[in-house]
């Protein structure tokens, strides 16, 4: 970490239920997993591992967490921004930098108001913990916001990975429940982009010389909530269609993915979408529901501690309460499991460990868990 530094921020620990102190274990016949409650937070979105095994944790309302799973305390992080948390706006995704252990970089995004509209916003601060304790984000940033801001509070998306190779960004922006953005190339609504570290546009971007934003790496998306990358360096996403037709989609650079021209769901009112088809010009999903899932946060596993589950696909469900496996096979997916976990499911991320740790959607005290998911056996 950095060198000790002195600042203003009062120091909160909160003990909780960690992996040190009493975590409760269950075991579900029908499920190959035990679960153990870790923690609870006050509606979580995202979470992150760091490389000493700690973990940042967002909050919708704009709570920054430095949870240590070891023995449950929290630490409440200073320097982030004002966020408008209304409707499905939040402090959102949170991943450190390809390169943390050296530059102790970490990348966050979040919805705000600015001169009476809203958008999606990408920042960027340096991790600083003092010898007392007290941690914020240092120097932080905006380094790219979404195009254009627009009224109302959904479908932000604000989902962060980073290539393989380390070296740029990819930021998916949802269309903010206005449909014709996602297919408007001067918009990057409904648009997964590719950039630099630093936020600009990446070179070399698909479609900048067909007259896009530069920023856009693929666009017709409705409201991106979770994308990776695979071992072999393909970039895996999902997202909620409107009534049935949530997607998982295989990213490729200038594609059109037809939203809302095509969906394999319907209009919320009943009227009808085309639905996917060959030779309609649309990239369609590898794999889509209906009845929905309404999906959130995606991983792609690469542990050792559930082996028969390398190369798949996590995803949290929402309105589903569940737990969905995806199984893939190169550029191929298919559905494989589904499990009943009792509560809107928000993120999905991998432990040190090979674990799976989910976090619930609800508040504090009520469903908004952290829970760790290990072999059964």
């Not at 591992?49 to 070891?70: H, Q, S, Y």
Request: net charge negative.
């Amino acid at each position: 970490m950095r060198h000790p530094i002195a600042f203003a921020l009062p120091l909160i620990l909160i003990a909780c239920s960690g992996e040190g102190a009493n975590s409760q274990t269950t075991a579900a016949a029908d499920k190959p997993f035990k679960t153990s409650v870790i923690a609870d937070f006050d509606s979580p979105w995202a979470m992150t591992f760091l490389p000493d095994g700690r973990a940042l944790v967002t909050e919708k309302k704009g709570e920054m967490i430095l949870f240590d799973p070891k023995n449950g305390t929290k630490i409440p992080i200073g320097g982030i921004p004002a966020v408008d948390s209304a409707g499905q706006g939040a402090l959102m995704d949170v991943v450190p930098s390809p390169a943390f252990a050296k530059d102790q970089a970490v990348y966050f995004s979040f919805s705000e108001e600015r001169d009476g509209v809203k958008g999606v916003a990408l920042a960027k601060g340096m991790f600083a913990q003092a010898s007392d304790g007290t941690t914020k984000l240092d120097g932080v940033t905006v380094i790219f916001r979404a195009s254009p801001y627009v009224e109302g509070n959904g479908h932000y998306s604000g989902r962060i990975a980073f290539s393989s190779d380390g070296k740029y960004l990819f930021f998916t922006n949802g269309e903010r429940q206005k449909f014709d953005p996602a297919q408007d190339p001067k918009a990057t609504l409904g648009k997964v982009l590719r950039l630099n570290l630093d936020g600009t546009p990446a070179a070399n971007n698909p479609l900048a010389a067909k007259g896009f934003d530069p920023a856009i790496w693929s666009y017709g998306h409705r409201n991106l909530l979770g994308i990776a990358f695979d071992k072999d360096g393909r970039l895996w996403e999902q997202e909620m269609g409107p009534k049935g037709g949530d997607e998982v989609n295989l990213i490729k650079p200038g594609l059109n993915y037809g939203w809302p021209k095509a969906s394999n769901g319907s209009h919320y009112d009943g009227r009808d979408i085309p639905d996917h088809k060959a030779g309609d010009g649309y990239e369609a999903p590898k794999v889509s529901w209906n009845p929905v899932i309404s999906p959130g946060g995606l991983l792609y596993y690469s542990g050792t501690l559930f082996p028969q589950w390398q190369g798949s696909l996590f995803i949290g469900g929402l309105s589903s309460q569940s737990l969905v496996r995806v199984k893939l096979n190169g550029d191929k997916a298919e559905k494989a499991d589904q499990w009943d976990m009792g509560a809107r499911i928000r993120e999905v991320e991998q432990g040190p460990d090979g674990a799976l740790w989910l976090l619930e959607d609800g508040g504090d005290g009520s469903q908004g868990r952290l829970l760790k998911l290990t072999p059964a056996g």
